[in-house]
């Protein structure tokens, strides 16, 4: 009997609009009534997540940011973070500069970036939340110790971008898409997988009582520790062999499919 669900937000619990569909909102608030623990663990910052968990009428926690920050929902306080080194986090911001990325900086609760001028509207469109716009993006990094680096860009760019952590900083970094034209960069030993678990100790449920939903190389980890693991359909082919089930896409009511099928 599944006694938790675990949601990641993009690409699972949105549709192409950013939208809870009517069908995915009425199948986890049927799955909250039948008292089962519904939580999300998102790559965004907790800021960008309250609408969605307001909407759904969430409590207890939610972990933000690949899971490198646990929220309590009823305070808004952080329970724990794992911030980035300082001087790595400089270095590989002066390697993204060279590439022509554009930067976001995860800290506390917000994000801050230079802007987007330039970046095609189709790469920015699924942040969907608000940014605090700043100066420099260097300067402010010094004071605003990152939680998690977000990069956006050319996927070519990324990619070289890649390889230059992996090689640098491989043992220190996770380094991971979470769509096609957006890169992540967390410190290692905290990702969706060591937040899932922190939140079946909080809910006292056991592995093999718990389901997770993503669609992305950031839900891998999470896949991980999940009794039972679903992709989404509109999850990249490697992101599907690591599940043990694929439900519909998120525009076909993927997330609802599923709680259906093997939730409810």
């Known amino acids: 009997m ?8 993009d690409g699972t619990l949105l549709d192409k609009e950013n939208k809870i569909r ?4 009425e199948a986890v608030k049927t799955t ?10 998102s790559g965004r910052n907790y800021d960008g997540m309250k609408m969605y968990i307001e909407e759904l009428g969430l409590k207890g926690m939610a972990a933000a940011a690949n899971g490198v920050q646990i929220v309590n929902i009823a305070s808004n306080e952080i329970v724990c973070q ?8 400089k270095d590989i911001i002066n390697e993204a500069v060279k590439l022509d990325l554009t930067i976001v900086n995860f800290a506390g609760l917000m994000v801050y970036t230079e802007g987007f001028e330039g970046i095609p509207p189709e790469y920015i469109k699924p942040l969907n939340q608000k940014f605090v716009f700043i100066e420099n993006i260097m300067e402010h990094v010094k004071e605003n ?4 680096l977000l990069m956006v860009g050319e996927r070519e760019n990324l990619d ?3 390889l230059y952590v992996e090689k640098s900083y491989g043992n220190e970094l996770n380094v991971e898409y979470s769509m096609t034209n957006l890169l992540e960069v967390y410190s290692k030993g905290v990702d969706k997988g060591k937040a899932l678990e922190y939140l079946m100790k909080f809910y006292g449920i ?4 718990t389901l997770c939903i993503g669609d992305s190389e950031n839900d891998i980890a999470m896949f991980q520790v999940s009794g039972t693991a679903v992709a989404m359909g509109n999850a990249p082919e490697h992101v599907k062999e690591k599940a043990d089930q694929v439900t519909e896409s998120s525009e076909c009511d993927g997330v609802a499919f599923a709680i259906e099928k093997w939730v409810l």
């Not at 009517?22 to 909102?25: F, G, P, S, Y």
């Not at 110790?145 to 998690?148: G, L, Q, S, V």
């Open 2 to 9: 599944i006694r938790l669900l675990a949601l990641d937000i």
């Open 22 to 25: 009517d069908t995915v909102r």
């Open 32 to 41: 909250l009534k039948k008292g089962i623990e519904v939580a999300v663990l």
């Open 82 to 89: 794992k911030e980035m080194d300082p001087e790595i986090s």
């Open 145 to 148: 110790t990152p939680i998690k």
């Open 160 to 162: 070289e971008f890649r």
């Open 206 to 209: 056991g592995r093999h009582e």
